[in-house]
């Protein structure tokens, strides 16, 4: 996209061997002025680059794209900017390969996953205590999650499923998460009851988030009976609802790790990624939005 919001793309029907894609520009200048705003430039992208940089080339609004200038100098939108040093490469806690690749397949519970993905030395949970948490909530929570936070703490999985911090008392931990996400649920619902079929929390049963996805998916409990029998349920953004999960907290997400899950919401194992490379734990901090 070039600064006055015109857009490039590739005409993919030109030829089956991407590298001779021409590149075609949509000039949003020339929509504005009722100009036909489509040009193809009959040029793959690194010969479309260097017309760019010599020469210009013409747009449908009938300015330029280019020239550069042969000289570079700080853009006005960024006066404090400064050089920018690369974070070193993550590094997987060092647990012997053999030791890994068994618990990519074999174990459950707490263990395998702890032999999987290494926890962090120092799990953030927040400023506050499970008990202020519970008092707030009016309900303990299930054993396994709150295990699970005390040895992980809030953050990321697989830069796919983030935990909300739970025990934050700045009014952005665990009661403020699920007030939030509910609230739009149950907007949701009472226009489109057909397609949101879940009780809201805290109804008899309703449906209590504690997680969600990159892509807006929430995972959360049915709040029915003890805490420690809550069931997992999934509310997936791009799905129909589909029905509790049949495992505790950790096994699922262990099934999902290993690329054994197939339910909406949690994106399957793609093949040609190394797993050792997908699956990982980013810890959160203070400055954690969630």
Not at 27 to 49: K, Q, R
Not at 234 to 255: C, I, K, M, S, W
Request: contains cysteine; aromatic residues 10%; hydrophobic residues 35%.
């Amino acid at each position: 996209m070039t600064r006055s919001a015109s857009y490039l793309l590739w005409d993919t029907a030109a030829s089956t061997d991407p590298d001779q894609w021409p590149v075609v520009v949509m000039d949003s200048d020339a929509v504005n002025n009722g100009l036909n705003p489509w040009h193809n430039y009959h040029m793959p992208l690194s010969e479309l680059i260097a017309a760019v940089v010599s020469t210009g080339v013409p747009l449908p609004s009938n300015q330029q794209l280019g020239p550069l200038p042969p000289t570079a100098q700080r853009t006005s939108y960024l006066v404090d900017a400064g050089p920018w040093t690369p974070p070193p490469p993550a590094r997987r806690t060092a647990v012997p390969k053999k030791t890994w690749l068994t618990a990519l397949k074999h174990g459950t519970g707490l263990a395998a996953l702890q032999l999987l993905v290494p926890p962090p030395a120092k799990p953030y949970l927040g400023d506050g205590s499970w008990d202020q948490l519970f008092e707030e909530l009016g309900t303990r929570l299930p054993t396994d999650y709150i295990e699970l936070m005390d040895t992980y703490g809030a953050g990321c999985w697989s830069e796919w499923l983030t935990f909300v911090t739970p025990l934050r008392t700045n009014g952005r931990g665990f009661a403020h998460h699920a007030e939030e996400i509910l609230g739009g649920y149950a907007d949701l619902r009472a226009e489109y009851p057909e397609f949101q079929l879940l009780a809201v929390w805290p109804e008899p049963g309703g449906f209590l988030p504690f997680a969600n996805s990159v892509e807006g998916d929430v995972l959360g409990w049915l709040t029915q009976g003890s805490p420690d029998e809550w069931p997992l349920i999934v509310y997936p953004r791009h799905a129909e609802q589909g029905p509790p999960l049949q495992h505790t907290l950790v096994d699922t997400l262990l099934a999902w790790l290993r690329g054994h899950l197939d339910t909406a919401g949690f994106p399957g194992q793609d093949d040609e990624v190394d797993p050792l490379d997908h699956i990982r734990f980013e810890p959160g901090s203070d400055k954690s939005h969630w």
